[in-house]
C-alpha cells in the first residue's frame, strides 16, 4: 500500500463551490505539506504543518484552507473554487530531521469550470 | 535572477549515452541540495541528496561545487526508463526550523531507443 495517499484523484467542480482534498500517510512523520503545480510554474508550496497543533502558510496560501486532524491526516478546502485553481495538488511528508527529503502522494487534478 | 534555475531541456539522448545537468542557486549560503524524478503527470520522488564530497548511486552521480553555485547531476548508461523530469531542490541558509525548499522547474530527459 502507498505511503501517502491523495483523495479524491480527480475532481471536476464549478466555480464557486467548496472542494476539499484529503491526504493520509503511513509513514509516521510530523510535517505535511501541501503544493500545487502549474505547468511552467514548478511547485509551490500552499500550506504546511510541523505537527497537528501547528499550521503555517506557504507562498500561496490565498484562497485555501487546511486541517490538522491527526499526525496521519491533513486536508486542503477549497472554500469557493475558481477556475485558477485549476492545477495538479500534491501532499507531502518529511521526517522532522530531513526537511529536503519528502515523500508526495499520487496528486489530485483538480478542474474548476 | 532566480532562487534556483535549471535549463528545461528537453535533453534528448541515445539509450547507452551519458547525460549531465546542471542546477544554479543564487543564494550563496545554501545548505542543503537534493534531486527529484518526476514522471509525467505524477508525483516527484527523492532521486538523491547532494553532498559536499558529492555522492553516487549506481548509474547516477550528484555534485557540489559552491564556488559556482551549481549542483549537477550526471546519469550514465542512459535507459529508456530514466526519461522524466528532474527536479533540482536547495534548501536556503536561512530557512530556520522551516527549512523551507526552493524547487527548481526541472529539466526534462527523453533516452531514445
Known amino acids: 500500500d502507498a505511503d501517502v495517499t491523495q483523495t479524491p484523484r480527480n475532481r471536476i467542480t464549478k466555480t464557486g463551490k467548496r472542494i476539499m482534498l484529503e491526504c493520509s500517510q503511513t509513514k509516521g512523520h510530523d510535517r505535511m505539506y501541501w503544493y500545487r503545480q502549474d505547468p511552467g510554474l514548478g511547485l509551490r508550496l500552499i500550506y504546511y504543518s510541523f505537527d497537528v497543533k501547528d499550521i503555517n502558510k506557504g507562498e500561496i496560501s490565498d484562497g485555501y484552507s487546511v486541517s490538522r486532524q491527526a499526525q496521519a491526516k491533513f486536508s486542503l478546502s477549497l472554500e469557493s473554487a475558481i477556475p485558477n485553481q485549476t492545477a495538479l495538488y500534491f501532499c507531502?511528508?518529511?521526517?522532522?530531521?530531513?526537511?529536503?527529503?519528502?515523500?508526495f502522494g499520487p496528486g489530485t487534478r483538480l478542474t474548476v469550470t | 535572477r532566480k532562487e534556483v534555475e535549471q535549463d528545461p531541456g528537453p535533453f534528448n539522448v541515445p539509450e547507452g549515452a551519458t547525460v549531465a545537468f546542471n542546477c544554479t542557486y543564487s543564494n550563496s549560503a545554501s545548505q542543503s541540495f537534493f534531486w527529484y524524478r518526476q514522471d509525467c503527470r505524477k508525483e516527484p520522488k527523492l532521486l538523491m541528496s547532494v553532498y559536499s564530497s558529492g555522492n553516487e548511486d549506481g548509474r547516477f552521480t550528484a555534485q557540489l561545487n559552491r564556488a559556482s553555485q551549481y549542483i549537477s547531476l550526471l546519469i550514465r548508461d542512459s535507459k529508456l526508463s530514466d526519461s522524466a523530469t528532474y527536479l533540482c531542490?536547495?534548501?536556503?541558509?536561512?530557512?530556520?526550523?522551516?527549512?523551507?525548499?526552493?524547487w527548481g522547474l526541472g529539466t526534462s530527459l527523453a533516452v531514445n531507443p
Open positions: 507531502a511528508t518529511s521526517g522532522s530531521g530531513s526537511g529536503g527529503e519528502q515523500y
Open positions: 531542490v536547495v534548501i536556503p541558509a536561512n530557512a530556520g526550523n522551516n527549512r523551507k525548499l526552493i
